[in-house]
C-alpha cells in the first residue's frame, strides 16, 4: 500500500484531500530552498514567487496564465504553510462526509483561480503594483465555505469552549484570514474570492442557485416535433376511445364543430367498427 492510500484513511477515506495536502506540504520546502538560494546569491528578484506567483499586474498575468495554478504551491513562511494545512485538513475531512473526491479538487482549485483573478484584477484598480500573490489561503477559504454552507448545524467540540456550530467556526476562520492578510485591498479581495466561489458551489449544489440547464449530446440540437407527439399519443389510444372522444365533441358542441380531420376519421373509425 502507497502512502497516499495509507495517508488517505487519515483524510476520512478521501484521496483528493491525501493529494492536495502532499502536494502543497512537498512543495514547500523546494521551493523554500530556491528562494534562500537566490537571496544568498544576489538574486532576490528571481525567487520562485517571481514565476510561481500572481503578478499583480494584470497585463503580466495574461502572459503568465499557469500562474493562477502554482501560485497555491508557494508559501512566504511555515507558519502560513502550517495554517492552510491544518484547515485544510480539517474542513476537508468533513467535506469528504457530503463530496466527492472531484468535487472536492473542483471546489479547491476553482475557489483558487477565482482568488487569483480577483486579486490581479483589484490590483489595477487599487494601484497595488510590484507583489504577488502567494498560497492556497483563497483555495483553503472556499473549501471552508462550500464545508460551512453544506453543514452549517453540524457541532464540533473545541477545546475549552465546548460544541460550536460549523458556520460560526468556519465565520471565525475567515475573519481571521482577513485579519491577518495584512489590510491590502488586493490580498483581501482575493480571499473574499476564493470564500465566495466556495460559497456559490454549495448554493449551487443545495439548490439554492439555479446554473442554465444544457441539453444532453443525445438530444442536443433534437428539437420536439408537437404535431409528431399529438400523432404518436393518438395512436397509442384504441379507436373505441378515440370514438367515445368525438362523440363527446359532437354532443356537447355539435357535429359542425368538427374539423375536416376529425369528421375524416369519425367516418373512418366508424366504418371500421361497423365492418
Not at 54 to 66: E, F, G, Y
Not at 95 to 107: E, P, Y
Amino acid at each position: 500500500m502507497g502512502f497516499i492510500e495509507r495517508f488517505r484513511t487519515l483524510c476520512g477515506g478521501s484521496r483528493a484531500l491525501a493529494w492536495l495536502l502532499t502536494v502543497t506540504a512537498g512543495s514547500a520546502l523546494p521551493l523554500w530552498i530556491v528562494g534562500l538560494a537566490a537571496r544568498l546569491t544576489g538574486h532576490v528578484g528571481d525567487g520562485p514567487g517571481l514565476w510561481l506567483g500572481v503578478p499583480s499586474d494584470i497585463t503580466l498575468l495574461t502572459s503568465r496564465p499557469w500562474t493562477l495554478l502554482t501560485y497555491m504551491l508557494v508559501h512566504t513562511n511555515p507558519l502560513h504553510l502550517l495554517f492552510n494545512l491544518l484547515w485544510l485538513y480539517w474542513f476537508g475531512r468533513m467535506l469528504a462526509d457530503v463530496a466527492s473526491d472531484r468535487q472536492m479538487l473542483w471546489i479547491f482549485v476553482g475557489s483558487g483561480v477565482a482568488g487569483g483573478v480577483l486579486y490581479s484584477v483589484s490590483s489595477a484598480f487599487g494601484g497595488y503594483t510590484g507583489a504577488y500573490l502567494a498560497g492556497d489561503s483563497a483555495a483553503v477559504l472556499g473549501v471552508m465555505a462550500a464545508t460551512a454552507l453544506l453543514m452549517p448545524s453540524r457541532r464540533i467540540g473545541l477545546f475549552l469552549i465546548g460544541e460550536v456550530k460549523l458556520k460560526w467556526v468556519a465565520l471565525a476562520c475567515i475573519l481571521l484570514t482577513l485579519l491577518g492578510s495584512g489590510g491590502g485591498v488586493a490580498p483581501q479581495a482575493a480571499h473574499i474570492g476564493g470564500a465566495l466561489a466556495g460559497g456559490v458551489w454549495a448554493l449551487v449544489r443545495k439548490g439554492y442557485i439555479r446554473l442554465p440547464q444544457t441539453r444532453t449530446r443525445r438530444n442536443r440540437g433534437r428539437k420536439v416535433n408537437a404535431k409528431a407527439t399529438i400523432r404518436a399519443i393518438n395512436r397509442s389510444i384504441s379507436d373505441s376511445e378515440r370514438l367515445d372522444q368525438l362523440l363527446d365533441k359532437i354532443r356537447v358542441s355539435g357535429y359542425e364543430s368538427l374539423s375536416a380531420r376529425e369528421k375524416a376519421e369519425l367516418n373512418h373509425i366508424s366504418s371500421h367498427i361497423e365492418d
